[in-house]
């Protein structure tokens, strides 16, 4: 799903909602997350999941092309972890598709 998925989605859910107050609310929404991470903050969506900063240590790589090593310096980047509800939904919704629901194993 795409950013112009979720506004579509959206404004034909909320008939209230013109597509342009969609596409600000997913906009508003999207950039408040953005801008909580860059603070450092962490958030919490009950029922979905969490969106945190991890840190990658610096370390030396490789040039695939010329073999030659190469300095990577540390980075912070975002991370998502589901939560226990999203988790169970999707891999409940999964089975059902591949036909798998109630099978051992599976």
């Keep these: 799903m795409t950013r ?4 579509e989605a959206l404004a034909s859910r909320f008939s ?5 107050d969609a596409e600000f609310a997913v906009k508003a929404i999207l950039d408040a997350m ?4 860059v603070r450092g903050h962490r958030i919490e ?3 979905f999941g969490s969106f945190s900063v ?3 240590s ?7 092309r010329s073999g ?3 300095m990577i310096p540390e980075k912070r980047v975002p991370h998502f972890k589901p939560g226990k509800a ?3 939904q999707v891999d409940a919704r999964t089975a059902e598709m591949l036909g798998r629901e109630g099978k051992p194993g599976g």
């Design 45 to 47: 969506i009950r029922g």
């Design 4 to 7: 112009s998925d979720l506004v």
């Design 16 to 20: 209230q909602l013109t597509h342009r």
């Design 54 to 56: 991890n840190r990658r």
């Design 86 to 88: 999203l988790r169970e």
């Design 34 to 37: 953005g801008d909580a991470l």
């Design 58 to 64: 610096p370390r030396i790589g490789r040039n695939p």
């Design 68 to 70: 030659e090593s190469v």
